[in-house]
């Protein structure tokens, strides 16, 4: 009888001994200083398995999305958990990461909360990673994947500089993790899983996808997206949630030639309709009932600028096709693998004033006369971020010569042939700090001595006196030859998409230039841009896209 219970006694000790779970918390630090305000690792081991997760998740305090690991032991295979949003829980495995470590080591030893550890090293991606573990407590794990079979790591090191350290270890009778895992999980592969983390971690605003944008008197509306001058412009009304100050806006268009061999103009704007008349007014009855522009050359030029009763478009990527994008692949040249896509992406942070909690028309413009055109897909992607450029509560819209409605009448940007150049009046309501004009030129003219390809001088001038000139130009558009496959060869050896152009290039984006502009107080100035364009010859002209919003806080 003695002897059974002895038995028992020392089969419950071994299961208890077995089940012993240890908790270590692990804290970071830079050059030796321990970094302020963070949320330390947190590190549950036992024989049969770790958790790795952190402070904020063992209380059930964090944000959405967060990860917890699981190491499974024997197996040394990795679980991974995302918690996307409440109640949406995904997971992935990975059996191989483990086992594919290498280490050299080292005689080096030192006490970390008072036990022996031993050195290894290893290089990830070209940084020198020094890990110190122990075989104290017969326990592996770690605060990372990285050394799980080597013994239980107390601290790993990346460059010299930057550690991650244990700074208490503890014996729990239970690690509580049933209370966090505790809803149904889907099971995806690593690719996947990493995608869905990655993209829950920001809000996106799916505008367009695939849609058509070409020249064709079939092109219809429907009850999700308007069309205008032949096809050639799309819209959508798209409700933005509160963009707070911490947070960053871009906008990312995809595009690719469905028919249309050329470069062209293409633009992503929105509609402000803060006041009685408004760009989608000239849409729906015409370009002639929106404000007229002249500047003495006999020539009109509707809804370039705004005054009290109209705003133009704000322009949020002005971007060029490159020549016939995927549908002329087939175009082939000896060592080229022509891309599938343009892909054009833009931090658009500082217009976020005028999309916060707003519903509004947003729109992608390419200038074409072809029945097949271009095929593009376009969202807006919001993200938090602790890094604010932009610090501006105001957009103002100024003016935008980019003819949107080329092909429903409006005329090309001519309006720079004599001195007056464009010429614009504002009123402030109130005082406007720290304020910037959003500038946005590119030249067009496509023939030899056209202003596409002689560089010309931009000049703005605030309340009449210059403040800024610069002359626009890339000379970096043999960069994208793999972008155009139907661009013509000449016989210098050049390519069409090669030549440096005024502030473009086929298959890019144009940045916009900030120009500070200082305090302005309440009340009217104006806004005059001169450019000297070149003359016609024969049915050729020069013309210059500009597009131009007030920046600043009231």
């Excluded at 799980?148 to 790591?153: D, E, F, H, M, P």
């Excluded at 509707?302 to 005054?307: A, C, D, E, I, L």
């Excluded at 060592?335 to 519903?359: A, H, M, N, V």
Aim: aromatic share 12%; charged share 25%.
């Amino acid at each position: 009888m003695i002897r059974s219970l002895l038995l028992f006694f020392f089969m419950l000790l071994s299961v208890l001994n077995f089940a012993q779970t240890y908790e270590i918390q692990y804290t970071s630090s830079y050059n030796g200083k321990v970094q302020p305000n963070q949320n330390p690792v947190i590190v549950w081991v036992n024989e049969s398995e770790n958790f790795i997760l952190n402070v904020k998740t063992k209380e059930q305090k964090s944000e959405y999305p967060f990860e917890i690991s699981k190491i499974e032991k024997p197996s040394n295979k990795i679980v991974s958990y995302g918690f996307l949003k409440l109640g949406e829980i995904i997971s992935t495995s990975d059996s191989e990461a483990v086992a594919k470590q290498s280490f050299e080591f080292t005689d080096k030893t030192k006490k970390i909360l008072g036990y022996n550890c031993k050195h290894a090293v290893t290089k990830i991606n070209s940084n020198t990673i020094e890990v110190w573990y122990t075989n104290d407590l017969k326990m592996k794990g770690g605060p990372s994947s990285l050394g799980q079979n080597l013994g239980l790591v107390l601290e790993i090191e990346r460059n010299g500089n930057s550690a991650t350290t244990a700074t208490s270890l503890k014996k729990i009778n239970k690690s509580g993790i049933e209370n966090i895992i505790n809803k149904p999980i889907t099971p995806t592969d690593l690719l996947s899983y990493k995608d869905l983390l990655w993209k829950s971690r920001f809000t996106t605003l799916k505008v367009f996808e695939n849609e058509i944008i070409n020249f064709s008197d079939q092109s219809k509306s429907d009850e999700n997206i308007k069309r205008f001058a032949n096809g050639t412009i799309i819209l959508k009304k798209i409700k933005f949630p509160k963009i707070t100050d911490g947070e960053n806006v871009f906008a990312e268009l995809k595009q690719q030639s469905n028919g249309d061999a050329y470069d062209r103009t293409g633009t992503v704007f929105f509609i402000p309709e803060e006041k009685s008349q408004s760009f989608f007014d000239g849409l729906e009855k015409g370009v002639k009932t929106l404000p007229l522009y002249e500047n003495g050359n006999e020539k009109q030029y509707f809804g370039v600028f705004s005054n009290e009763n109209y705003q133009t478009t704000v322009e949020m990527m002005r971007f060029f096709t490159a020549f016939g994008i995927n549908k002329f692949n087939n175009l082939e040249l000896k060592d080229k693998t022509w891309e599938t896509i343009s892909p054009f992406r833009q931090d658009i942070t500082e217009l976020k004033p005028s999309l916060s909690e707003k519903e509004i028309w947003v729109g992608v413009f390419i200038g074409n006369y072809d029945k097949g055109g271009h095929k593009v897909s376009l969202e807006i992607t919001i993200h938090k971020s602790n890094q604010i450029v932009h610090k501006n509560n105001k957009v103002i819209p100024l003016f935008n010569t980019t003819n949107i409605m080329e092909m429903a009448g409006q005329d090309y940007a001519t309006m720079f042939d004599n001195d007056k150049g464009l010429f614009v009046e504002f009123n402030l309501a109130k005082d406007l700090k720290n304020s910037q004009l959003r500038y946005i030129t590119t030249g067009h003219g496509g023939w030899e001595n056209g202003d596409e390809f002689i560089p010309k001088a931009n000049s703005i001038f605030l309340d009449g006196k210059m403040i800024f000139s610069f002359t626009p130009w890339r000379t970096d558009c043999g960069s994208y030859r793999l972008y155009n496959p139907a661009s013509g060869n000449f016989p210098d050896g050049l390519s069409s998409s090669d030549l440096s152009r005024s502030n473009w290039c086929p298959g890019t984006i144009t940045n916009p230039n900030y120009i500070q502009l200082g305090d302005l107080k309440a009340g009217k100035h104006t806004i005059q841009v001169k450019i000297p364009q070149g003359k016609p010859e024969g049915t050729s002209f020069s013309a210059w896209n500009i597009s131009g919003s007030l920046l600043g806080s009231e």
